[in-house]
């Protein structure tokens, strides 16, 4: 009878895809950022499940990320019309680019 996910020490790449729900790319990305401590035996890279029981209470401990809408004042066109806005003082005290203000990628040929 196979040991359950949660009691293991150890599983495969695979396995904690399975066991976790996430994706094996997004393992890999945990395990290369350290987020995960691996063992290696022989060529078998294994996933120390108690490891990701810490990343896991760690995350829970933290302030939770608000899920769901956004925050009133803050739709998507807002959004753009600041972040244009800030590029628009950014560039301010910039000398202008050379051909005017039509961007290179669109000048037509005279």
Do not use: C
């Not at 009691?7 to 987020?35: C, D, H, Q, Y």
């Not at 890279?45 to 004042?73: A, C, D, H, W």
């Not at 910039?94 to 990628?105: A, E, L, M, Q, Y």
């Amino acid at each position: 009878m196979p040991i359950p996910f949660i009691e293991r020490i150890t599983a495969t790449v695979l396995e904690f895809s399975e066991g976790t729900g996430n994706s094996i790319s997004k393992i890999w990305e945990m395990i290369k950022k350290g987020e995960l401590e691996t063992i290696t035996n022989g060529r078998r890279r294994l996933i120390v499940v108690e490891s990701y029981k810490r990343l896991v209470e760690q995350r829970r401990s933290t302030k939770p990320v608000p899920l769901g809408r956004m925050p009133k004042g803050r739709h998507r066109g807002q959004q753009i019309a600041a972040a244009q806005a800030l590029t628009v003082q950014r560039s301010a005290g910039r000398p202008p680019k050379p051909g005017g203000s039509v961007p290179s990628h669109r000048k037509v040929e005279r």
